[in-house]
C-alpha cells in the first residue's frame, strides 16, 4: 500500500499527465495540419508536453519550484526520456498495427489520440518513478 503522500504525488502527477495529454493531443494535430509527419510530429508533441508537465511537476506534484530550475529541467528530460521511449515505442506500434488491420478503417481518423494516449498510459508508471527518486528527489 502506497503511503497517503506518496498517492497525492501520484494523483498531482496523474493531473498533470492529463495536462500534458491535452498538449501532446493538440500539438501532435496541428503538426500534422502544418504536413509533417507523424513520426516528426509526435517528437514535437512530447517535447511540448514533457515541458508542460515539468512545470505543474515541479510547482505543484513535488514543490520543488526552489531548486536550480535550468538542472531540474534536463534532469528531468533525461529522466523522461525513458519513459518518452516506452510512450513513443507504443504510439508507433498502435499506428503501424492500426494501419495493417482493415477491422481498424473506420478508426484511422482518430488513429493519432489512440496512439498517444496508448503511449501515455505505458509510460505513466516510469515517469512517475523517475520523477519521483531521479528528479526532484521528494
Do not use: E
Not at 526520456?81 to 478503417?105: D, E, Q, R, T
Amino acid at each position: 500500500m502506497l503511503k497517503p503522500h506518496v498517492r497525492i504525488q501520484l494523483l498531482r502527477f496523474a493531473v498533470a499527465g492529463v495536462a500534458g495529454l491535452v498538449v501532446d493531443v493538440l500539438v501532435l494535430y496541428l503538426a500534422l495540419a502544418l504536413g509533417t509527419g507523424f513520426h516528426a510530429g509526435r517528437v514535437l508533441s512530447f517535447l511540448s508536453a514533457v515541458w508542460v508537465t515539468w512545470q505543474i511537476n515541479r510547482r505543484y506534484t513535488f514543490d520543488a519550484a526552489g531548486d536550480s530550475a535550468w538542472r531540474q529541467w534536463w534532469r528531468y528530460v533525461g529522466a523522461m526520456a525513458f519513459g518518452g521511449a516506452v510512450n513513443y515505442g507504443v504510439s508507433a506500434a498502435v499506428i503501424a498495427l492500426m494501419a495493417g488491420w482493415p477491422a481498424a478503417a473506420p478508426l484511422l481518423p482518430a488513429a493519432p489520440l489512440l496512439a498517444v494516449c496508448c503511449g501515455t498510459l505505458a509510460g505513466l508508471v516510469l515517469n512517475f518513478l523517475s520523477a519521483k527518486f531521479l528528479v526532484f528527489q521528494r
